[in-house]
């Protein structure tokens, strides 16, 4: 059998290896040949090529907007798409509908069918609902976590990834390291180990051309010399230099809070706008494969500059200004690379106009939104009645409260889409917070699949997915119908549903999300994320206590088909699926005992108390599931939301790690 290349791209040479690979494997009678002939008769033409162009469906920008067409009968037909990623995307969507299953990131999560190919037929024809379909470095990472997922990525239909920082290196330090995490023996590493870290991830981008987006943070400590390779403290600068540079804030020009990531610098001063945009195209320039320069400022608030020279103009402006240089200078090198800038909830620009608006994607990042409550399938006068669509007072705002109920987000959104009228993305949080919140997973799955169905709705064209790599206990759901659903908005959500924990678990698989449902307890997730967020005070008594209570039955439940499953033979990745799965009901049961004394008893002393029993139950078992469930991020999140005060009117003495933990779990 031949397949017949077209194109000349690294992401087509390895979707036709990959293709080969898997295919030689389901069927194991094929010897396949990968060539180049014009004539394509016969073979399995994979590729771009004018002549297949008119097969696709339309989109806007063939370099970015993803369109598959797969017609394959037996040994022969075509697999063609917009761009090289997607022809990647093609492949493995070829060898899917053969009855392949990429369960998890990681090869071992794969299962392969035996079939004669002779026999099989394949006709796709699909355009992606939506342009950025990305997901953004979080958590703790190695340097595998990280492989897996970009490896996974175009196998679930999604095109990009984002690695944040100048130098990620804190994400990867975190692991190594092991914060919090005793019983994993830590690994130093030097700066240039993780600099090989990040260069050989950016070689797995490029092998699969996936649209790759950097930076976001850390342009302005960078620009000037400071380490920015985390939310850390470092020394104060001394050189006066890069003291000039710095915001004032409170009168003086310092680091703020000591840490670089969260100190902006004073905008205003052409000098600074000029080392802010240079260093962007230096780094454009040095890893040309980048598609889009995220442009982010500091993270925390009340770090502006409140010089005598910023005050004289608006602080978006002055970014406006930083952007539209950054564009001059792109275009002045002939650099087609994008600028993704970030909605400044605070602030409306004075005068300055995004000059060059294609140029950008502009992003919007509802950190502060409420996750039980879906995004909305209609915008209508009556949704956004009483919904804000500017901040009144930026210096005396708690956003936290402001941006909680949706239609505020909606309503701001909808002010910055007539400012610039250009592509928009969201940057979101689903599977950074929300999932803490919702242990079943699968309330969390169907907020995600209603909010992926209706980001159009607000005129949104796709997902930066702010999360972390290993979210994949008790289930991979909400990770698969957010990949699922940004490729088809029009997804059938019970069909995936029942498919996807199927090819988890095997024939058990809809038992085991049927007794997730009846785990799920969507009233706590209110109370975790809600305008009233553990004010414990409001929620305690023998209605909450009886609500938790009715749970622990069905985890008794799931415990049981577990154990019955785990002797059951499958192939391997599914066995695997239900190993993962065997430490679930502690961690459920831990939830349910915190839940109750936290917002039913508002009992401060015992919840800690579970709380950190939860914690060190993960720690202990964290070498059998950091595959598919992130430690550290479920230590700092149960942590944050359990072990500190959340008691009106108590405040409890915290220690400096606490402290210093506390103020990373914020950051995040
Ligand atoms: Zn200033």
Redesign the pocket.
Known sequence: MKINKFGSSRAIDFACDELKCYLERIDNSLNIEIVSEKCNDGCLNVGICDCFENLLPKVEDKSIDDAIYIDVKGKSGTITATNPHSVLIAVYRYLKELGVTFIRPGKENEVLPVLKLEETSVYVKEAASYRHREVCIEGACSYEHVCDMIDWIPKVGMNGYFTQFVRPDGFFKVWYEHEGNDYLEKEYKTGEDYAKILTDLEEEIQKRDLLYSVVGHSWQAECIGLDGSYWHKVDEPTDPEVIECL??VNGERKLFGGVPVNTN?????PK?QHKMTDFMIDLAKKKPFTKYLVFWLADAVGNE???????KGSFVDYYIQMINMLDEKLTKENMDTKIVPIVMWKYLPDKEKIKKPDRCSMMYAPIHRDFSEKYPSLIDEEYLKGAITKIDDPENTDLNIVLKPTENNVGLLKTWQEIFGGDYLFYDYQMIWFHYMDPSYMFCSEVIYEDMKNLHVMGINGLSSCQGQRVFLPTVLPMATMAQTLWNKDTDYEAFKVKTLTDEYGEDGVKVGELLEKIAIPEMTRMMSGPDALDWEKTKGEETINLIKSRYPFIDELEELINENLKKDFPDAIKLSWNYLKFYPQIARYYMDVWTSAFGEADLEKTRKIAVEMVEYVMKNEKDIHKVFDGCLFRRRIYNFFNTHRLPGIVLGLDDTEEEFNDKSNNT
Request: proline share 0%.
């Open positions: 915001a004032e610098l004073c905008y205003s001063n600074v500059c409140s010089c005598e020279e910023c005050r």
